[in-house]
Each structure stands twice: as structure tokens, then as C-alpha cells.
């Protein structure tokens, strides 16, 4: 038996230290050990994007990092997207446009479009598919995905 | 964009509020089934066959139960013996006896991936390591994975039990064809000899799968007062109640299931698979056992759509009038009898009027997963191959493929060629409304540039939904309802109650409930949930009504037959209060006020839609471009239109990606060899262009507000669109689906070299 590693992060904003298997991945363990279930475990091999957050603000699916290496990162979940109660512009935009059905992908798609908004903040329909094709939704076809991501983007760029 | 209402008459319906479980969706804190912790909580895991076919000549667990952390191992041997038993589950009958042999396999497997044995221990890690403990021997079989192959008399025969039903004769041998339908109208034989032109054509589709994004996931706890709970993802929580208590042989009061959010279904996510195996995991440890599927698993254990074999024959006069078709399909059923050749035998001819029809359907039994429904199960395939035929009879008789279309839709009066004869339906406005469009009257230049176009129907079941609605001290009211939401029915089940009250959507809060909290409520399927359960909540918002207009007369002291209601204002004489103004009053004066009611719609209802189809391409790689697409589609009356638009769009990508890339890959071993997400290859945002929609409206008869149900009929016109399309751009005829880039590639060079 190989023994625990402890492993301190920041999680959305918040120090934390944990207890993981050195083969425990980063989803396995913001689900099971710090109990933040919003990253979703879809394939377990990186081609479906539910389980995307920021490392260092870069978007990873968290089921292909192990957890020993998000030792000194810093981790932004779907949880931490929302600031103090309030939504972020992406999720307002993907409410008020039905960017979502069955919402398991949604997660994902929220924190993707930020690593993209951050680094881009007025993205063409044609980037914006590029950043999101790792990410898979079925039952949406992208249409208002992509539109609310677009609207978003207008939101904040006229907020600031 | 909505044709064809009157927008006014209505308040809620046809706006567009915020879905109600919205906020939680977008925040990561909804419930969906792997994000259920329990105290105790162990975990269980499936061992399952390595072999597409082969008999179990043992099994032998012992070693598994002595492994770390094991708590309990479960094999077929742990379920209850089933003989033949049938139970109805609304949206089809199932075999008690072939459903349990699919949980875990007896004497035989039946397919890679068939479930065998099952552990449960303190950590899921553990449970897999002591999987490997589990000693199987078994004697491999010969495995047949091709519909055509496993209807010769020398296949491998899967059951040595089944004969061919055929309208009630049974076959004298065994064989791997359950069930053979045959429907007839007219007289095909003179109905051909009027055709001038005649086009007859063969078709083949592989198998697709649903491709939810959330695995399968169920968690069980037996507890020690004997009652069983299960939280699970699915699409009918008093289905899953009902096959795992009749699985168990226990009675359904025993068992309560309570739904958390699904990660998308289509179809896939009615039959169980996990929810008894815990269950029998759980009483044997008498901890709660949460199992999940691996990606893996749902890929070759669940239930994909069929593969198909089809041949359709197609007679027209010259002057464009359909006289007679003629359909043999044979569908795959997976490994167990049961599969959706019946739907679509019925839907083949759907669309015209065919004054002569035969259809001849075959349900053929072999070594893949047990079929289930993907989403107007059975429907596309046939679609495919009546549409393709149109294409070819319109471009023969040198008509528009639409005009050729509207001088043969089906429309009321039409009747089926399995019997029905259709009331009020909404083909011919849809071909109209995509006939004026902006997209089908623009050009599209270019090399290597098609269009195409294909009709679809789907039926809307009806079936039994349940709702109770409790009015608040604030005049909110809260709606508990049975149907499990997958695509936003909340919002539209909730938006028809708050109609029906006259008061705002937002005042509505709708929950999803489990079973011991509401009247049983048939499956999120069939496109029924905002037809029947919102017929449900309709006389839930009269039954308020009634009783708020008797305490209203109380209130005011006036004769109750003076009270009246119009847009949420109740009024006697020179009394007058809306909706919650007259709540929070009642509320001090009686008891509360509760609104329950029970559906069961007969019958169906039918909708129809059309798509646009514009592609690219590429004669270097044979890949296929979507460059543009159009859904059309008759919705009845809109609830809430960003939800139907949705629908349609979500539809009509799943079909595209049916179409150009999904394929069940299967190796001479019986084996499927793309069984992941990198592989098997859904569309990804960057496949496919924005889905415009046009939502249609001619009211459903049969509705309080004219509902027709959306969710099915958008996946049915696709693959014939798309294969019209490449047509169109290439002059190649596609019928061997999917058009994936090698398939086409070589489609395109034999042509170039013909």
C-alpha cells in the first residue's frame, strides 16, 4: 500500500489541504474528498469535458490531472465562477438564453468559456467553437451555448 | 420565430422565463445521481463478459469475498427466478425473465460487456481490484453481430428458447428472429402497375448510441425495516421502482426511488441496470451501495439504437401521386427480443399518403447489447430510407422535392399503413413554411455544395401523469409532479399551471418528487411529459380554481355561483382580488388548498417536422461540412419556445452526427472496438454550424392549450436530409450510414472511376 500524500491547493480562492492516493485524480478528489460535486465525471478519459476547471486559470479536465499535482495551484471550480451570491455574466447569459437541458455538461462549458473570455474577451462564433470542442453536449446541438458565451462576452465588455 | 398563432391569447405560454431549476444548474449544486452521499456509503462495481458470446461454465467468487474491503458479491444466482413473466412499464412491455438474464447473466453471455458478477466494497477501488478475484470459466461461442447474418438458419443461435412469432404462428425451430410484423393497406400489387416510376433500394445503418453525457448511476439501501430506497437517474422513477420491485420479487410499496437530476437520457435511461444489483449488493451488507457506470460500460452494456437492414420500394405517377410502397426492415434487438421494429414499421410510410402499402419488419436477436429507445426509436432508420426514395422519385419526375412532398403529405384523414387515421396534423405547414423560407429560397453557389431535404414524423404518447399543487400563505404556489426533467420540462410544466391560474410563472415552484410524494407518473418518453403531464396540471389549476372561487363566496359572503375568475381575477359583485391577494385571505379563513389530479391520455398524438440541409464536401477526405440547417417543426402551441427551439436543435445534431460520424465498430470478434468518447465520435461544437429553427403551430386537438410533444420527431428527418444533401453536392448516393469520411471517400473515387 502506498501512503496518502498531503497536498495544499487553493481551491476557489480558498487554501486547502488534503489527504489523496498519489494515483487519485484531481475530479476524484474535488468530488469526494472536498465534496465539490459541479465537476462531473462523464468518460474518466478526457474526451467529454464535464469534469473541465481552471489550473492556474487554464482549463484541464480534472479526470487527467492527478491530484499531487495541483500541490501550490490554484483551482477555480464551477463553484467559484459565482462571486458572492452574485452570477457570473456566463451564467446569467446561459439562464436567460436556455443554454442548457439536462445540465451535466454545463459546468464544464462555464468554466471553459471563462478560461476563454478571460484570455479573450470579444471572441468570434468560430473561436468560440474551437475553445468549447472539447467539450460535449448532447442535447443541445451548441446553438445557445454558443450564443450565450456571445452574449457574455457583450455583457462584460459593456460592464467595463 | 413562430408561424401560424395568436401570441395574445395567452400570458405564460409562448414567453420565456428562467428555467426554475436553473440557478443550481448553473452553479454546480444540483443533485444529479454520482453526487449523492449517504452515511455508510459503500461501492459496487460489475464484472462483465469478455466474450460477445459464451457459455458460463462457472463461477466462482470466493476468493473476491476474502479480497480487502470486499463487503458482499452478488451473481445471477441472487435474483429470483422469472418465468416469462410480462410487465408493462407504459411505454412498452418488458420480460421480467430476459431483463433480469441482462442485469446478470445465468448460463450464458450474450454479448462483450454482458454483466456477470458484482462486488460492493468500502471503496470503489477495492470493489474493481476484487473483480479481478472473480473466477470465470467459460466456454467462448461463435458471435454473430450483423442483422442479415443472424437471420440465416446456420447463425449463432443466442436462444434456444425463442421462436419466430409471426402474427401469432410461431416458428417450428429456434431462431434468432423474435418476431416478424406485417402490415397492409390497399392493394400493392395494382397500385405499382399505376406507377410510372418505380425506385427500389437497399439501405443498411449501424448501431448508435444515445450518448448521454452522465454514465448510469444508481445507489441502493436496503434497510433493516426491509424498504428498499433508491436514488438513480432516470427517465421514469415509478419504472425503475416497478422493474426493480418486480426484478426483486418484492411489492412496489416496499420500494421508494427518488430521481435526481439526469445527465441526459434519450431513450436510454427507462430500462434499469443498476438499481437491482445494488439492491441485492445492499441487503447483503446492509450498507448504502452506490454503483456507476464507466463510459465503457454504457458504450457495450446499455442500450444503443438498432442496426438496420432495409429495403423500400416506391411507385409514383408521372404526374407526382404516390400509388404504392412497399418496406422490408429488419432491425436488430440486441441480444434479447423486444427492439424498435414496431415503431418503425409504422412510421416508414408516415409522412403520405400511400393509397397501397406493405411492411414487412423483422426483429432479429444477436450478440450486442439489448436494444432500447434512441429518441423516436426506430423512426430515423426508416425515414432514411422512405426520404431518400422521395428524393430520387422527386428528381425523376423533376419536381421540387418539396412541392413533390406537399402533393403527397399526409394530413387529416390520412391513414397509416398500420391502421390509424390521422386527425389534425401539421405536415403540410411545415412543408410550407419551409418551402418560404429564407434558407430554402436563398441560393447556394459553390463546388462540392448540396442541399438536401427530408420530412419526419413521431407519435406523442399519452400515458399516466400525476401533479399536486399546494397553494402558500403567499399565494406562490409549490407543484410536485413525477416526470423527471431532462430538457426543461419543469419550466414547462410549471409555465401551463401558472397559465391555468392566471398568475406569473415565477409564482410557480415545481419540484420533481419521489415516489411515495405523488400519483404514479409514466416515463419522461414518448415526447408525453409536457402533453400529458401538463394536461395533469391543467385540471390541478381548474380544481384550485373551484375551490378558490368557493372560498372566495365564504370570504365575501356572497352565493358561490356569483363568484367568476378571468385572467387570475376572481370577482363577485363589488368584490374583486387576483390570484394571490385572494391566497394569502384564504389562507387565514380554511384550510388549505390542494389541487391533485391523474391523466391517461389514450391514444397518440402525431407530430411532423422538415429540415434544410446545406453541406460541403471535402472529395480529397470525403468529410462532410454542415454549412447550414434549418429545423421546422409543428409544435402545436409553443410552452416555452427557447425549450422547443432546443429540442429541435438538439435533435437535429444528434441525427447529424448519426448521419457523418456514429458507429457502433464492430471486429469479426464480436467485439466493439470504438467503445469511448475519442472513437465513438459525437459532434462537437465545432462540427456544426447554428441550428435555425421554425417553430410551427396547428393546436393538438386533443390538448388544453394545443400542445404537440417536440422532443422525438427533430432526430427522425436528419439522416435522410443529410444523405439528400451529400447527394446534391456529389451525385453519390449514400446509403450505407454512417457517411463517415472513409465510407464516402471511396463512394466518391469508385464513382470517379465508373
Not at chain 2, 62 to 89: C, N, Y
Not at chain 2, 612 to 633: F, H, M
Amino acid at each position: 500500500m502506498t501512503k496518502k500524500v498531503q497536498v495544499s491547493a487553493t481551491v476557489n480562492g480558498e487554501t486547502v489541504d488534503f489527504l489523496c492516493e498519489p494515483w487519485q485524480s484531481l475530479l476524484d478528489v474535488l468530488r469526494e474528498e472536498l465534496h465539490l460535486t459541479g465537476a462531473k465525471e462523464g468518460c474518466n478519459n478526457g474526451n467529454c469535458g464535464a469534469c473541465s476547471v481552471l489550473l492556474d486559470g487554464a482549463p484541464v479536465n480534472s479526470c487527467l490531472v492527478l491530484a499531487v499535482e495541483a500541490e501550490g495551484a490554484e483551482i477555480t471550480t464551477v463553484e467559484g465562477i459565482a462571486q458572492n451570491g452574485q452570477l457570473h455574466p456566463l451564467q446569467q447569459c446561459f439562464l436567460e438564453g436556455a443554454a442548457l437541458q439536462c445540465g451535466i455538461c454545463t459546468p464544464g462549458f462555464l468554466v471553459t468559456a471563462k478560461a476563454l473570455l478571460d484570455q479573450n474577451p470579444n471572441p468570434t462564433e468560430e473561436q468560440i467553437r474551437f475553445e468549447l470542442a472539447g467539450n460535449l453536449c448532447r442535447c443541445t446541438g451548441y446553438d445557445k451555448i454558443i450564443k450565450a458565451v456571445l452574449a457574455a462576452a457583450k455583457n462584460l465588455q459593456e460592464a467595463n | 420565430m413562430a408561424a401560424g398563432s395568436d401570441q395574445k391569447k395567452y400570458k405564460v405560454i409562448g414567453t420565456r422565463p428562467i428555467r426554475p431549476d436553473g440557478a443550481d444548474k448553473v452553479t454546480g449544486r444540483a443533485i444529479y445521481g454520482a453526487d449523492v452521499q449517504l452515511s455508510g456509503l459503500v461501492h459496487g462495481k460489475i464484472l462483465r463478459s469478455p466474450h460477445a458470446h459464451a457459455k458460463i461454465k462457472s463461477v466462482d467468487v470466493s476468493a473476491a469475498l476474502q479480497a480487502a474491503g470486499v463487503l458482499a458479491v452478488v451473481t445471477g444466482a441472487d435474483f429470483p427466478e422469472l418465468k416469462d413473466k410480462i410487465a408493462q412499464l407504459g411505454e412498452g412491455a418488458v420480460n421480467l425473465a430476459y431483463l433480469s438474464g441482462n442485469l446478470l447473466a445465468r448460463d450464458k453471455v450474450l454479448y462483450k460487456g454482458h454483466a456477470v458478477a458484482a462486488v460492493a466494497a468500502r471503496t470503489a477501488n477495492q470493489a474493481e481490484e476484487a473483480l479481478k478475484k472473480i473466477r470465470v470459466e467459460y466456454e467462448p461461442l461463435p458471435a454473430v453481430t450483423w442483422v442479415l447474418d443472424a437471420m440465416q438458419d446456420d447463425a449463432p443461435l443466442l436462444h434456444d428458447d425463442i421462436h419466430t412469432d409471426s402474427m401469432g404462428n410461431q416458428s417450428e425451430k429456434p431462431s434468432n428472429i423474435s418476431t416478424h410484423l406485417h402490415f397492409e393497406t390497399g392493394d400493392v400489387g395494382q397500385g405499382f402497375k399505376q406507377a410510372d416510376v418505380v425506385i427500389e433500394r437497399e439501405f443498411k445503418t449501424a448501431s448508435v448510441h444515445q450518448g448521454y453525457i452522465e454514465p448510469h448511476v444508481a445507489t441502493a439501501l436496503w434497510n433493516t425495516d426491509g424498504r428498499l430506497k433508491i436514488w438513480t437517474s432516470t427517465q421514469g422513477s415509478f419504472t425503475a421502482r416497478q422493474q426493480t420491485a418486480e426484478l426483486l420479487q418484492i411489492p412496489v410499496s416496499q420500494v421508494t426511488v427518488v430521481p435526481c437530476e439526469i445527465g441526459g437520457g434519450f431513450g436510454g435511461k427507462i430500462s434499469v441496470y443498476l438499481e437491482p444489483v445494488a439492491a441485492l449488493l445492499s441487503r447483503k451488507c446492509g450498507r448504502p451501495v452506490k454503483m456507476t457506470m464507466t463510459r465503457e460500460a454504457c458504450f457495450e452494456a446499455t442500450g444503443p439504437t438498432p442496426g438496420s437492414y432495409m429495403r423500400v420500394k416506391i411507385g409514383a405517377t408521372k404526374e407526382g401521386k404516390i400509388v404504392a410502397g412497399e418496406a422490408y426492415l429488419a432491425y436488430d434487438a440486441g441480444a434479447y427480443p423486444g427492439g424498435m421494429i414496431g415503431p418503425g414499421c409504422m412510421c416508414v410510410f408516415s409522412c403520405y399518403e400511400f393509397p397501397n402499402a406493405v411492411v414487412d419488419g423483422y426483429d432479429v436477436m444477436l450478440n450486442k447489447p439489448k436494444t432500447q429507445a434512441y429518441r423516436a426509436p426506430g423512426a430515423t432508420h426508416a425515414a432514411l430510407a422512405c426520404e431518400t426514395i422521395i428524393d430520387e422519385l422527386a428528381e425523376k419526375l423533376k419536381l421540387d422535392p418539396i412541392e413533390f412532398r406537399l402533393m403527397n403529405a399526409a394530413q387529416e384523414g390520412t391513414r397509416r399503413v398500420d391502421g390509424p387515421v390521422y386527425p389534425r396534423v401539421g405536415l403540410i405547414e411545415c412543408l410550407e413554411a419551409a418551402k418560404a423560407s429564407e434558407h430554402y429560397q436563398s441560393s447556394l453557389k459553390g463546388p462540392n455544395r448540396g442541399r438536401g431535404v427530408a420530412a419526419g414524423f413521431w407519435f406523442n404518447i399519452g400515458l399516466k401523469s400525476a401533479a399536486t399543487a399546494n397553494v402558500n400563505a403567499d399565494g406562490c404556489v409549490t407543484l410536485l409532479e413525477g416526470s423527471t426533467d431532462i430538457g426543461g420540462s419543469r419550466a414547462s410544466i410549471a409555465m401551463q399551471l401558472a397559465e391555468t391560474l392566471g398568475i406569473a410563472a415565477e409564482d410557480v415552484h415545481p419540484a420533481v418528487v419521489d415516489t411515495d410524494s405523488v400519483g404514479y407518473t409514466d416515463v419522461t418518453g414518448g415526447s408525453r411529459v409536457t402533453f400529458a403531464t401538463g394536461m395533469a396540471v391543467y385540471q390541478v389549476g381548474r380544481k384550485i380554481r373551484a375551490q378558490m372561487m368557493e372560498r372566495a363566496a365564504e370570504l365575501w359572503e356572497v352565493d358561490a355561483a356569483s363568484v367568476s375568475e378571468a385572467d387570475g381575477v376572481y370577482s363577485s359583485g363589488e368584490h374583486s382580488l387576483p390570484f394571490k391577494e385572494l391566497a394569502v385571505k384564504l389562507h387565514e379563513i380554511g384550510g388549505p388548498i390542494v389541487g391533485s389530479a391523474s391523466v391517461n391520455p389514450q391514444g397518440s398524438s402525431n407530430g411532423f417536422g422538415v429540415q434544410i440541409a446545406d453541406v460541403e464536401v471535402d472529395p480529397e477526405t470525403g468529410k462532410v461540412s454542415v454549412l447550414r440547417y434549418t429545423v421546422i417543426q409543428d409544435a402545436g402551441q409553443a410552452i416555452h419556445p427557447s425549450y422547443v427551439e432546443g429540442q429541435m436543435q438538439g435533435g437535429a445534431v444528434q441525427g447529424i452526427g448519426w448521419a457523418l460520424n456514429e458507429e457502433y465498430f464492430y471486429g469479426d470478434d464480436g467485439q466493439m472496438k470504438n467503445a469511448s468518447f475519442l472513437d465513438y465520435r459525437m459532434p462537437t461544437a465545432l462540427d456544426v454550424p447554428m441550428i435555425e429553427t421554425i417553430i410551427v403551430e396547428v393546436p393538438n386537438p386533443e390538448h388544453p392549450f394545443g400542445v404537440r410533444g417536440v422532443g422525438e420527431t427533430p432526430i427522425v428527418p436528419p439522416v435522410a436530409a443529410m444523405a439528400n444533401a451529400v447527394y446534391a453536392a456529389t451525385g453519390v448516393r449514400m446509403r450505407d450510414i454512417p457517411m463517415s469520411p472513409p465510407k464516402l471517400w471511396k463512394a466518391l473515387a469508385e464513382k470517379e472511376s465508373s
